[in-house]
């Protein structure tokens, strides 16, 4: 079974500062995968990202990037120049690469950016 | 743009009611899922299903069941609703077998068992 920490329940910074999300995870299996998904205050989730776990590579999306470190199992995700609209509930979910799909959600971090 | 919709936004029911919840998806997706999310506890796998007529149960299953007669409509069945499960509860699905693929959800009805 998978394990994910989001030590950060919630998390207010103010518009313009960059914040990072922090995820930590547990897994026994070899080939795994890694998401990040966002809940804003609509409700709806929304699928942000994926890693596979033979993919180190860092990534930089406009605003957004993520830091995967295999070597300390954790996935964390940064978010510059941080806007009004990004404030949501943002959930990292490691998934199993076996089987139909088993995906384990952290509790989730509330970011909230102040105006 | 995919469309996975829930029944309802809001239901009330009342302690021992039968309870269903009904997700339909526009996308020929394979698989369904069927989450809560409780505050402090993120989401939570109740039952899955990765064809008509199957079903796995997920994390948390006592107390629910699922029906999946046809591909795109997957219902979540409270035999007899208690108060501890009022809850969001979310629809999801995902095309294929591959783990890969991201799942999309549906917009969640929060339920409240009086």
Known sequence: AQKVTQAQTEISVVEKE???????????????????????????????????????????????????QKSTSSFNFTITASQVVDSAVYFCAPSEARGYQKVTFGIGTKLQVIP | DVKVTQSSRYLVKRTGEKVFLECVQDMDHENMFWYRQDPGLG????????????????????????????????????????????????????????????????????????
């Open chain 2, 43 to 114: 989401l939570r796998l109740i039952y899955f299903s990765y064809d008509v007529k199957m079903k796995e149960k997920g994390d948390i299953p006592e107390g629910y069941s699922v029906s999946r007669e046809k591909k795109e409509r997957f219902s979540l069945i409270l035999e007899s609703a208690s108060t501890n499960q009022t809850s969001m509860y979310l629809c999801a699905i995902s095309p294929g077998t591959d783990s890969y693929n991201e799942q999309f959800f549906g917009p969640g009805t929060r339920l409240t068992v009086l």
């Open chain 1, 18 to 68: 960059d914040v990072t999300l922090d995820c930590v995870y547990e897994t026994r299996d070899t080939t795994y995968y890694l998401f990040w998904y966002k809940q804003p205050p609509s409700g709806e989730l929304v699928f942000l990202i994926r890693r596979n776990s033979f993919d180190e590579q860092n990534e930089i999306s406009g605003r957004y990037s993520w830091n995967f």
